[in-house]
């Protein structure tokens, strides 16, 4: 399942990345479908003067930004849901951040099931596993 590795501007503060890595895991079961109990949130912070756009300073502009990877299973999510998503981050951080620049991104990486797991096991396993289970519904239910 999601692997979230979250870069924000600013000094360290282990209360909003609490607050980033909540919300974040939220937005990520309800967008995407993905499983809380396996979703990891890793959360660093950048100081604003070592983060630069157009050879500028988050300093300098007295802005905020972040940089959000996630990766997920190739294929496991609808184009509209990733559209939803990233949508969905972006509305969040403004809020928790506040004052971001434009150029703040979101990236969604579709790692190949037989490439990507977690547990030991490949994604592309857990998925040939589950469907040789029995169908556990009743005929004609």
Do not use: C
């Amino acid at each position: 399942m999601p692997i979230i590795n979250l870069k924000v501007s600013g000094p360290e503060d282990p209360a909003l990345a609490q607050q980033l890595a909540t919300e974040i895991s939220r937005i990520t079961k309800d967008v995407l479908n993905k499983k809380p109990e396996v979703t990891a949130v890793v959360v660093s912070f950048v100081p604003d003067y070592l983060w630069f756009i157009n050879s500028l300073s988050l300093a300098e502009l007295q802005a905020k930004s972040f940089h959000l990877d996630i990766k997920i299973t190739d294929s496991s999510n609808l184009k509209i849901e990733k559209a939803n998503y990233i949508d969905a981050i972006h509305i969040a951080l403004t809020t928790l951040l506040g004052n971001i620049h434009p150029a703040s991104y979101t990236a969604i990486q579709e790692m190949k099931a037989d490439a990507y797991g977690y547990n030991g096991t490949t994604m592309e396993y857990n998925y040939i596993t589950n469907q040789t289970k029995p169908n556990t519904v009743s005929p004609g239910v």
